[in-house]
């Protein structure tokens, strides 16, 4: 199984950003994803989570209402769509998934229960 996020970048404060994160070896459709990320200095933080289907979603307080996850399961692809971007959303984002399909880990968990890790996109936002 392997996991590929992109999109990240250097952005201005209130600036808009899109992360994908490709995947591939296993049926992406049975099994929800997440986004999670670390600051430096810091622990890594649960950021949003998508089912597999795609009908439900949960997001950390700290984005909601500026960040969107959704999913193409034709595309084996899960987003993370990023609005009002601040300066302390800097940080590496990782999208995850489980090791079980059909189960969605607790955000609250900081990532216990997701097996399948992407190698991290580098979020940047200047003030």
């Known amino acids: 199984v392997q996991l590929q996020a992109f999109g990240g970048g250097l952005v201005q404060a209130g600036a808009s950003l899109k992360l994908s994160c490709a995947t591939s070896?296993?049926?992406?459709?049975?099994?929800?994803m997440g986004w999670f990320r670390q600051a430096p200095g810091k622990e890594r933080e649960f950021v949003a989570s998508i089912s597999w289907s795609g009908a439900r979603t949960s997001y950390a307080d700290s984005v909601k209402g500026r960040f969107t996850i959704s999913r193409d399961n034709a595309k084996a692809t899960v987003y993370l769509h990023m609005n009002s971007l601040k300066p302390e959303d800097t940080a590496l984002y990782y999208c995850?998934?489980?090791?079980?399909?059909?189960?969605?880990?607790?955000?609250?968990?900081?990532?216990?229960?997701?097996?399948?890790w992407g190698q991290g996109t580098l979020v940047t936002v200047s003030s």
């Open positions: 995850a998934s489980p090791l079980k399909p059909r189960y969605i880990p607790p955000g609250q968990l900081g990532g216990s229960g997701y097996g399948y």
């Open positions: 070896g296993r049926t992406f459709s049975s099994y929800a």
